[in-house]
């Protein structure tokens, strides 16, 4: 509407006073000669609806006096810096402060949208938080919803030689109370109980241990950003429910980072209440995704397929399925928005790794049992990740951990 110029708007304003004296002249005349009252009110609703309803150009055209107005909009906005520094991988937060155009009012539309100049130096949170990648000097900018905007200076100094080496990449599986493994799962060294991983977790935290994000991994692989040492990933194949009853308190009480790998065709809307005492494999629904990733972004969700996760005989499918197979099951979770992949099982194929390569959302893709920690060097689309064994204790789980240097 604010587009519009006034010719047109005049044109509009006739014809639509054209029409509505139209419609009047014939419901007048149907009152009149054919003295239906049933139709006079279905003229009626006729002639005033243009009014009543089309708010996009027609009301304050032809009203006489303009709307009071409820809301205003920003005229400036004000950052708490607009000089910053940042060490390694260092967080600074902004802070945006908007200031309305009529103080008296308040502002309709008050999200600002964060964005850095240089992607590879500093990357910024939804929320303003920017965090250091490499030396350099980026402008980090505010949008308001009208597009005033308001920028920030932030320097960040890496000292490389604190840099991560070597980054162990953990895989659980399936995350149990205590009474699951004694009574369902004490067969497989696949299930770990939640006493020994929240020792785990524990020990992490208070050895100085530093858990990151597929994201942050995949800049540090890709990119050469900073990580420090002692940085850890950890992983969670197969997106069972567990993974949300039991996994997901202990990780957040820790206030530890950790990747949850999903099986499309397997999530259900809903999460089912955890029961330790069956031993069928039960997912987390679409609720349990979307409150985690509302309530605690740091477990994060990515791509374990969508429905690869199953074999023919040794080998996963994806020794045998067709390059135009595994495009469409990727086509599947491209909703979703994953930038890494796991491969169920471990098992690649030509097809799956040139598929992989060629899919620009995918950044990354994680290999299985291969028991040693991720470099730089490290092939980009099978990274290798150790297992983490249900029964290997606190000892099993140390010695991978201090492979990180
Ligand atoms: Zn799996």
């Known amino acids: 509407m604010v587009s519009r110029n006034n010719s047109n708007r005049s044109l509009l304003l006739s014809t639509t006073l054209a029409s509505v004296l139209l419609v009047a002249l014939i419901s007048f005349a149907y009152t009149v000669f054919a003295a239906q009252p049933a139709f006079a009110e ?5 002639a005033t609806t243009p009014a009543e309803t089309d708010s996009t150009n027609f009301t304050d055209v032809v009203a006489e006096q303009p709307r009071k107005a409820k809301y205003t909009t920003v ?3 004000k950052l708490n810096k607009t000089r910053g520094s940042i060490k390694n991988n260092g967080k600074l937060k902004l802070e945006a402060a908007l200031v309305p155009v009529d103080p008296t009012l308040p502002i309709k539309r008050t999200k600002v949208t964060w964005s850095v100049s240089k992607p590879k130096i500093a990357r910024v949170s939804e929320d303003g938080v920017v965090q250091g990648k490499r030396t350099g000097t980026v402008k980090v900018t505010a949008t ?3 597009g005033v905007k308001a920028t920030a200076t932030i320097r960040v100094k890496v000292n490389k030689a604190k840099m991560a080496k070597r980054i162990p990449v953990l895989t659980y599986h399936r995350i149990c109370s205590d009474k699951a493994k004694r009574n369902v799962y004490d067969y497989t060294n696949t299930a770990i109980s939640a006493s020994l991983f929240k020792r785990q977790m524990q020990w992490l935290k208070s050895n100085g241990y530093h858990t990151v994000s597929t994201e942050e991994f995949a800049d540090w692989r890709i990119e050469g950003a900073f990580l420090p040492k002692k940085s850890v990933l950890i992983t969670i ?8 009853h039991v996994a997901y308190p202990i990780l957040r009480k820790y206030n530890l980072k950790a990747t949850s790998f999903v099986i499309g065709i397997h999530v259900p809307k809903k999460t089912a209440e955890y029961n330790p005492s069956v031993w069928w494999d039960r997912y987390m629904g679409r609720d349990a995704i979307r409150e985690v990733r509302k309530e605690y972004p740091n477990l994060e969700f990515q791509s374990h397929t969508y429905n690869m996760h199953h074999r023919y005989g040794e080998y996963g499918v994806a020794k045998y399925w067709s390059r135009s197979s595994i495009d469409a099951d990727f086509e599947k979770n491209a909703k979703y928005g994953f930038t890494s992949i796991a491969y169920p099982f471990g098992h ?3 097809h799956l790794l040139a598929s992989v390569r060629e899919n620009p959302d995918i950044r990354i893709g994680f290999g299985y049992m291969m028991y040693h920690p991720a470099t730089r060097t490290s092939p980009r689309y099978n990274i290798p990740r150790f297992k983490v064994f249900g029964d290997g204790g606190l000892g099993g789980f140390k010695s991978i951990v201090r492979t990180a240097g």
């Open 348 to 350: 690649t194929s030509q």
């Open 144 to 146: 308001a919803a009208n």
């Open 75 to 77: 005229s400036e906005i």
């Open 42 to 46: 279905d003229a009626q609703l006729v």
């Open 237 to 244: 194949d197969d997106g069972l429910y567990e993974t949300y």
